[in-house]
């Protein structure tokens, strides 16, 4: 009986793993394709978040998208242990290549708030502000209990800059769920309704809130949840992360 629960854990563990990989690069692709045409393109016709003219902006933004793209591609894989303990000098130098694109890209978001608002108003504002300082905080944090050879705080962090490294495609996951179950209700113009509200901060926070109460646990030893409760979370976030990217698989694979 153990053994075939074991198995049940290990199938819905690498379901999961692998629908989060294959959603996430499809977020990477687009990711990738948008910032480097909007490094190299004038997209004012195509987008808000360029402006015409506007060096400065257009850079901070473009540029907070690609980096953006890495550390999405990059986070699953340093925290995937088999290749941390093979291949740990890889480890290493992905881990400083994410440390540099997720310093970028609080960077360029930070920049780009400061220089030219977001589309969503001072709510808009103030959480995608804190969502770049909680990077940048998190990011410095790992690098630092890494280099003092502190690997159990180091990983802690590595946990809370993970969830926050998939912010933007969570974002648009939970708005790709929205709109598959509830259509453009609470969805105002220019992101004021009161679901957009909610989403200026729900990409992140209860994600870092949830990695705070496992890492809690983890320290005293407990399971956050009982075994049922966690493979129906499981089941559920593949669930949910199949509906929210076929919502938006159109838009990342540049077909509208």
């Not at 004012?44 to 902006?57: D, F, I, K, R």
């Not at 509200?197 to 890492?215: K, S």
């Amino acid at each position: 009986m153990a053994i075939a629960n074991n198995s049940l854990d290990l199938r819905i563990n690498r379901t999961l793993l692998f629908v989060m990989g294959v959603f996430a690069l499809l977020f990477v692709y687009y990711a990738l394709d948008f910032s480097m045409r909007g490094l190299s393109q004038d997209l004012s016709a195509e987008t808000h978040l360029y402006t015409a003219g506007a060096l400065l902006p257009n850079t901070a933004i473009f540029t907070h998208m690609l980096a953006g793209a890495l550390i999405t591609f990059l986070a699953p894989l340093q925290l995937f242990t088999p290749l941390r303990q093979r291949f740990p000098a890889l480890h290493r130098a992905s881990g400083y290549l994410f440390f540099v694109s997720a310093i970028l890209t609080a960077i360029g978001g930070l920049g780009f708030i400061a220089i030219n608002r977001t589309i969503g108003g001072p709510v808009m504002d103030i959480a995608f502000a804190l969502y770049g300082l909680s990077v940048l905080v998190c990011c410095v944090q790992t690098v630092r209990y890494a280099r003092a050879r502190d690997f159990i705080t180091h990983r802690e962090w590595a946990l809370r800059v993970f969830v926050l490294a998939m912010g933007s495609w969570l974002y648009r996951i939970q708005y790709g769920v929205w709109f598959a179950t509830m259509g453009d209700t609470g969805i105002g113009e220019n992101f004021s309704g009161p679901f957009d509200y909610f989403q200026d901060f729900a990409f992140f926070v209860p994600y870092l809130i949830g990695v705070e109460i496992y890492i809690r646990h983890q320290r005293a030893g407990r399971p956050v949840l009982p075994l049922y409760a966690t493979r129906g979370l499981a089941v559920l976030s593949i669930a949910l992360l199949s509906l929210g990217t076929y919502a938006f698989a159109p838009l990342f694979l540049g077909l509208r």
